[in-house]
């Protein structure tokens, strides 16, 4: 070593142990920086940060690459001139791979390191290995979940090698653990998921680049057949079914993108990716706030990490928002769509205002974020959007999965969403039949159904949620239990549930506009809280933002008369607001989020019609960790057996400044015998009759 290197190593040297002395990971974690063009002393970097990541405990597999592969994604995107991003990645990369290997190999242990996936039995923290072994996960690999930053890895290397940064004996090594990762001592390509979900395209994106670079390693033939299977599963179906969107939907959808960009498929069948990508398209709106079904997806309170860090933090608070804005970026580069783009912009940054105007920190992390678009001319396009069944498997089974009602998807339009699909999934639960989204112009006027909103532990809610009652729907109840509590999977034959039961009645399923930008939407399930028992809801979105609601229920004789009813709503919780019974058929309470450009304080008032049976209540429970606490509020009565039931619920969105009883004056409604449901609101007529006409009059 001569005496120039030692010296270096010497610096490096005395920086690692003062940080160690400071705490690595504080260092550490103001990596990635978005470029390191101007950086001086590059190489003192590149090896502190080698020998920060190497002697680290552990590090995730799983997701610990994510950061750094958008690290090589922008040095790609600009022209490749950035050579000290270049040098961190090799830094990166040698401290991770090739120093973690001969860490362990110095334990004897480099035969356990992998860095795909293992479907070897286990638990979230250890797998079983050969002669008694164990594989710690973020020590020898990342477990079952491991695969998910594998293509990440794997495109670093591809990079590296491309532009000459890694020696022969580097090159062979990572060509070893390649190998080594492939072996059946660590994958059975028959075992773990054989469809197509984020288990298996998170994972199957390192595999498929694995075999591009190195199409003769071990198992091939087996892992090509398994990569086959799941896009077969994919390609068959025409779509994929998770609806925890949050985390999981930018991870299988980042997978899809990875094995269709290193199998060739993102060409040959882009019709099958686009279609995906139209579906999940038709989640977003310009508002600046967001529901989804079965997650929760609140916007960040302090946007400044956001715009100085674009490319690594997202503008809603959840696990994968700047994945999940990286996909509509890839998704936008490939195929050169502008509304891709501004579903990216919206996912990144939050969009803008009605009048297009931002401030300079918004444009600077609008021009940081998306400088290769900047640079192509390549501008956002708003999407043209009205009412409309939202179609699973658009292309093939044409499953009717939700309603939208929306004239536009302009920021400042109202929009709201209803959740059909009623068959079970590991990842859905009995949110079928519920509103997910009611927004208008930059705040959200209800809460979102969350990820633990009734997923147990044998009998036991877990996450917070709070099981059938945590849903802006109708809500049938024995009577034995106090309205709106239900006693979920600890019941017994009498409790009726969702799950497993209701079924969507798709004929009844209807979608439209009037002229005046008004929307009219209808839906139905049988075997609703009872068999032979059907509800059908009726709902129309004025142009206002005016949300009409009219439930009819009818349910089978064998409910006898020992049951309520009524519809539920979430409302945001006001904090020293006392619940309970009440006498008033109103309730009001502020947003629940909003947007960042929304600074006026908006929240919403719902008048629930009278009709001198109905009781008239609040309760305060917990929810589901990834949403924010909110309010239950209801209405409800005794319910006769083959009777058609009605309820009226009525939700009218104003200024704070508003006093809710001026807004509760002007509402006037009406239920005929006929089960015509009349409205006025602010002078605004709504008509919604049982056969499915309805009228908006001014």
């Keep these: 070593m001569n005496q120039l290197k030692k010296f270096y190593f010497a610096i490096a040297f005395c920086i690692f142990h003062l940080a160690t002395v400071e705490g690595d990971g504080a260092l550490i974690s103001t990596h990635p ?87 070897n039995s286990g638990n979230k923290t250890t797998r079983n290995a050969d002669e008694g072994r164990k594989l710690v996960r973020d020590l020898h690999g990342g477990g079952y979940h491991g695969g998910w930053g594998s293509a990440c890895r794997i495109r670093i290397y591809e990079e590296l090698v491309r532009q000459n940064m890694l020696t022969p004996e580097e090159k062979e090594l990572f060509k070893k653990i390649v190998h080594q990762s492939l072996q059946p001592q660590f994958l059975d390509f028959t075992k773990g998921s054989q469809q197509a979900d984020n288990h298996s395209f998170g994972n199957g994106g390192g595999v498929a680049l694995a075999l ?6 071990p198992q091939a033939k087996e892992a090509r057949d398994w990569l086959d299977r799941i896009w077969a599963n994919l390609a068959d179906y025409g779509d994929w079914t998770e609806w925890n969107y949050y985390p999981y939907g930018p991870i299988f959808l980042h997978g899809m993108l990875d094995i269709a960009e290193a199998t060739g498929r993102i060409n040959t069948d882009h019709a099958l990716i686009n279609a995906i990508g139209q579906r999940c398209l038709g989640f977003i709106h310009g508002g600046g706030i967001r529901g989804n079904p079965n997650c929760g997806s609140q916007v960040r309170k302090d946007l400044s990490q956001v715009y100085a860090d674009p490319w690594n933090m997202g503008y809603y608070n959840v696990e994968t928002s700047s994945r999940d804005g990286n996909f509509w970026y890839r998704m936008a580069q490939h195929y050169k769509d502008p509304e891709y783009l501004w579903a990216a912009e919206q996912v990144a940054l939050g969009g803008r205002p009605p009048d297009g105007n931002v401030p300079a920190e918004y444009q600077a992390a609008y021009n940081k974020r998306f400088a290769w678009f900047v640079k192509h ?19 093939k089974h044409k499953i009717k999965e939700r309603v939208y009602l929306n004239s536009g998807r302009e920021p400042e339009k109202p929009f709201a969403a209803f959740f059909l699909y009623d068959k079970k999934d590991k990842h859905l639960d009995n949110v079928a039949g519920y509103l997910y989204e009611y927004s208008i112009n930059g705040v959200k006027l209800l809460h979102t159904s969350g990820k633990y909103n009734n997923v147990y532990s044998d009998k036991k809610l877990k996450g917070g949620g709070t099981g059938e009652e945590s849903l802006d729907s109708l809500l049938v109840l024995h009577k034995r239990h106090p309205f709106p509590i239900h006693p979920d999977r600890q019941g017994d034959e009498r409790d009726f549930k969702r799950i497993d039961f209701a079924k969507h009645l ?8 009037n002229s005046s930008g008004d929307s009219f939407g209808q839906f139905g399930f049988k075997d609703f809280f009872g068999p032979r028992s059907q509800w059908i809801r009726r709902v129309i979105l004025t142009a206002e933002g005016y949300l009409i609601v009219a439930d009819e229920y009818k349910g089978d004789e064998s409910l006898g008369a020992d049951y309520l009813a009524g519809p539920i709503w979430h409302l945001a919780k006001v904090e020293g607001k006392t619940t309970g019974l009440q006498a008033k058929n109103w309730f009001a309470a502020p947003a629940i989020d909003r947007s960042w450009w929304q600074k006026k304080e908006i929240g ?6 009278d009709d001198s049976n109905l009781k008239f209540g609040s309760v305060q429970q917990s929810q589901s960790q990834d949403v924010a606490p909110n309010t239950t509020v209801f209405a409800y009565r005794p319910i006769t057996a083959g009777k058609p039931e009605l309820f009226l619920s009525i939700l009218v969105p104003h200024c704070l400044a508003k006093c809710p009883d001026t807004v509760v004056r002007n509402i006037k409604s009406v239920i005929k015998q006929s089960r015509t449901f009349i409205t006025s609101i602010y002078g605004v007529q709504v008509i919604i009759e049982s056969n499915g006409g309805w009228y908006v009059e001014r």
Aim: aromatic share 12%; no cysteine.
């Design 604 to 609: 919403v008032t719902v008048y629930i019609h």
């Design 33 to 119: 920086q978005h470029s390191y063009a101007d950086t001086e002393n590059i190489g003192n970097l590149e090896e502190t940060l080698r020998n920060m990541l190497s002697n680290q405990d552990k590090y995730s597999f799983s997701r610990g690459w994510w950061d750094w592969d958008r690290l090589r994604q922008r040095y790609v995107d600009s022209e490749r001139k950035d050579e000290n991003s270049l040098r961190i990645l090799r830094g990166v990369f040698r401290g991770l791979i090739i120093d973690w290997h001969t860490k362990l190999e110095a334990k004897g242990e480099d035969d356990l390191m992998y860095i795909l996936f293992t479907t």
């Design 506 to 513: 798709p004929d009844l399923a209807k979608a439209e506009n």
């Design 377 to 395: 001319d390549i501008e956002p396009k708003l999407p043209a959007s009205s009412s409309k069944i939202g179609l699973l498997s658009a292309f």
């Design 212 to 217: 591009k670079l190195f199409p003769n390693a």
